[in-house]
């Protein structure tokens, strides 16, 4: 093997030393494949940089533009802001600008199996973004007139949102500025208020104020299992944007529950965990006027959130 190394190398020495006029055509042949070889491979480096830049751009945009998504009123626009002006990408490698511009953004309510555009605020889920090309004028060109003298280098992303919420109990309220602006929850000055439960009229349509039970993620939607997640302080449960409402009469479980959470039990054996780990607050009272006595049977139907319009759950 090392013999057929030598053979194989042992050109080389002599070509250099050769004094005939021929190894002048073969020096300069090798002289510009070296020098192509170089120049494509620089060419090769700088548009892949180029392409991960612009990924990268496009990736940090559609990501803060996702956040963005909540289905409330505004949220394009939100994130049609973000996605254009979030992050500023450069780059010093384009002959056409160093800026990584957005060109234009795209939503939509579903991206699997296919793709759908999206008709509104409420249901936007996904943003697909869409960078500005950017040109790149190669070095091989210089040397190989032949070769491409430039090339274009593009990007694309699409995020969607998934947030979630965890310990929290399973009620539903239909949004109360629904009917009232004023009275939204989301501004700054109804901070800190507190919302009075008001389950809906037997057979009546839903409204804003009215509350309902929820399905638990699990798909639990039993009386004792609702029950038991509403005395809980802590739940361990979590629910994305997409809820299921718990059908069915559950009216003294649900009093049970509610009562329990707040020491003032009325069918289980035991407070709430906060209340049994620690003393009561004198100034605090248990006051028997407030405790959740009967009311309409709570009732919904199943549906992918098994609230009719208009309501918007909270």
Known sequence: MLGKF?????????????????????????????????????????????RSQM????????????????????????????????????????????????????????????????????????????????????????????AASQGNQGARAVAGSNPFICHAPPVMICDPGESDPSLSPFLPENAGKQIQLKPPPGGAAWAPGNYGLLALPDGSSGASDISAALAAVQPADCYTLDVSTAPGVKTNKVQNGVNARFDLPGGLPYPAPNVINFPKDPEIAADTSQVMAAATGISAPIGRTGIPAPCRPN
């Open 6 to 50: 030598k053979k194989l190398y042992g050109w080389y020495p002599k070509l250099v030393r050769s004094e005939r006029g021929g190894v002048a055509v073969y020096s300069a042949f090798l002289g510009l494949l070296t020098v192509g070889a170089g120049a494509l491979a620089i060419d090769i480096g700088r548009a892949s940089v180029l």
């Open 55 to 146: 990924q990268n751009r496009a990736d940090a945009g559609a990501l803060a533009a996702a956040a963005q998504l909540d289905g409330r009123d505004g949220a394009r626009a939100r994130a049609t802001a973000l996605a254009f002006n979030a992050t500023l990408g450069e780059s010093a490698i384009p002959s056409d600008g160093s800026t990584l511009p957005v060109q234009s953004v795209t939503f939509y309510s579903e991206v699997e199996p296919e793709k759908i555009e999206a008709t509104g605020d409420e249901d936007s889920r996904f943003i697909g973004l869409e960078l500005q090309a950017r040109r790149v004028d190669y070095v091989l060109a210089r040397f190989l007139p032949a």
